[in-house]
């Protein structure tokens, strides 16, 4: 069944060269093209879009310009309740470092990870903290993501104006929020309930690694007692933290795509609020696993399609939305290189030795 070592050679370079790096960049590649050369254009003029973002006038830009920057720094608030300790400057510079990575870089979430990982130990937190930090933001985060959906549902219902396909997408984010949720509680509060969840999850990561012949996973339940041993504290102490910074930095990122689609568009975007949160959760959570950098082009497809089915004009819907994405995409990238560059020469980095205080 294994075939000869010739075989085995044969299909381990092939598997390679189908999930290596050049076949990661092709597909990035090959994305993007296809959404903003063959799918926007079907859907908007990008004329007719650059025409409406040029007639934005000075207050509207001041007005956007303002909301972009409070979005720029909204999330590193999370990190903060996430890591004790950890303050302001030094919450800003890792997230934006990390968030130009992502947005840059194939499979750049991992990347992001790692830069936000490496930058802390520079600042003097343990690698214990850290490990920590990063399982929480990214639970609280998707949590959020995932209760968005629901939340715009409740609230197109109480104005009666429900699509079908959106009520059918925040009940799948619903019931992806209950069991997560769900999951959380039994990681933090159960000893059995969490190794018996933890060993059935390592049950099924091995049988999917054996499918794709790689080596399948151990340790899980080790390394959740580990986790719960260490979360157990924060998460009673800090979840109203947690929360509330999740949630305003979402809210935050939503505020700056209605006032994108406010100014850009016009009486062209007139739809009610409830309509473009709904738009937006529904994006949230299609992008929640990144196809490409930043979900460069999935994103933007997303909010165009689903905006212009709300009823904004395909040229105001375009021209928000390019607007927004430059802002929230490409806008971090080079304050991210510029926070890199000065953590590269030390700024925020403590010695090996200093006390525990340094690192604040």
């Given at each position: 069944m294994s075939?000869?070592?010739r ?5 381990s370079?092939?598997r390679?060269?189908l999930?290596?790096?050049?076949a ?9 093209v296809?959404?903003f050369a ?6 908007s003029d990008?004329?007719a879009?650059?025409?409406l973002v040029?007639?934005v006038?000075g207050?509207e ?8 920057l409070?979005n720029l720094?909204?999330?590193a608030?999370?990190?903060m309740?996430?890591l004790p300790?950890?303050g302001?400057?030094r919450a800003?510079m890792s ?5 130009a990575?992502?947005n ?8 992001g990870?790692?830069t ?5 130990h520079s600042?003097g937190?343990p690698?214990?903290?850290i490990?920590?930090?990063v ?14 959906p629901?939340?715009?549902l409740?609230?197109l219902?109480?104005?009666?104006d429900?699509?079908?396909r959106l009520?059918l997408?925040?009940?799948?984010g ?6 997560g949720a ?9 000893d ?6 933890a060993?059935?999850?390592e ?11 790689r ?5 899980w339940?080790g ?5 719960r041993?260490?979360s ?5 102490a800090?979840?109203p933290?947690?929360t509330?910074?999740?949630v305003?930095?979402h809210a935050t990122?939503f ?8 100014t850009?568009g016009g009486t062209?975007?007139?739809v009610?609020?409830l309509?473009?949160?709904?738009v937006f959760?529904?994006t ?5 696993v990144?196809i490409?950098?930043?979900a460069l082009g999935v ?5 165009v399609?689903?905006?212009?089915a709300?009823g904004v004009t ?8 390019l ?7 490409f806008?971090?990238v080079?304050?991210?290189a510029v ?7 030390g700024v ?11 690192r604040r």
């Amino acid at each position: 069944m294994s075939g000869t070592p010739r075989d085995r050679r044969r299909r381990s370079a092939l598997r390679r060269a189908l999930t290596g790096r050049a076949a990661r960049t092709t597909l990035t590649v090959v994305v993007i093209v296809a959404i903003f050369a063959g799918a926007l254009p079907q859907i908007s003029d990008y004329a007719a879009a650059w025409d409406l973002v040029r007639r934005v006038d000075g207050a509207e830009i001041a007005l956007v310009a303002a909301v972009a920057l409070v979005n720029l720094f909204s999330y590193a608030p999370l990190w903060m309740a996430a890591l004790p300790g950890l303050g302001l400057g030094r919450a800003v510079m890792s997230d934006q470092a990390s968030t130009a990575v992502s947005n840059t870089v194939p499979v750049g979430f991992a990347f992001g990870v790692g830069t936000n990982v490496a930058m802390y130990h520079s600042f003097g937190f343990p690698a214990a903290d850290i490990t920590r930090a990063v399982a929480l933001t990214g639970v609280w985060n998707n949590l959020v993501k995932l209760a968005m959906p629901a939340l715009a549902l409740a609230g197109l219902g109480l104005v009666g104006d429900v699509d079908v396909r959106l009520g059918l997408t925040a009940l799948l984010g619903s019931a992806l929020l209950l069991a997560g949720a769900a999951a959380l509680v039994v990681l933090v509060t159960h000893d059995r309930a969490a190794a018996t969840l933890a060993a059935a999850a390592e049950r099924l990561a091995g049988r999917v690694a054996r499918l794709v012949r790689r080596r399948p996973p151990s340790g899980w339940v080790g390394r959740t007692e580990r986790f719960r041993a260490d979360s157990r504290d924060l998460v009673r102490a800090r979840w109203p933290q947690l929360t509330a910074a999740a949630v305003a930095s979402h809210a935050t990122l939503f505020l700056l795509l209605l006032t994108c689609l406010r100014t850009v568009g016009g009486t062209a975007a007139d739809v009610p609020w409830l309509v473009v949160l709904a738009v937006f959760s529904v994006t949230r959570l299609v992008t929640i696993v990144p196809i490409t950098p930043g979900a460069l082009g999935v994103a933007e497809l997303s909010y165009v399609a689903g905006l212009t089915a709300a009823g904004v004009t395909a040229p105001a819907a375009a021209g928000a939305v390019l607007l927004f994405r430059f802002l929230t995409w490409f806008l971090p990238v080079p304050v991210g290189a510029v926070t890199w560059l000065l953590w590269r020469r030390g700024v925020g980095r403590v010695p090996d030795s200093a006390p525990q205080e340094a690192r604040r």
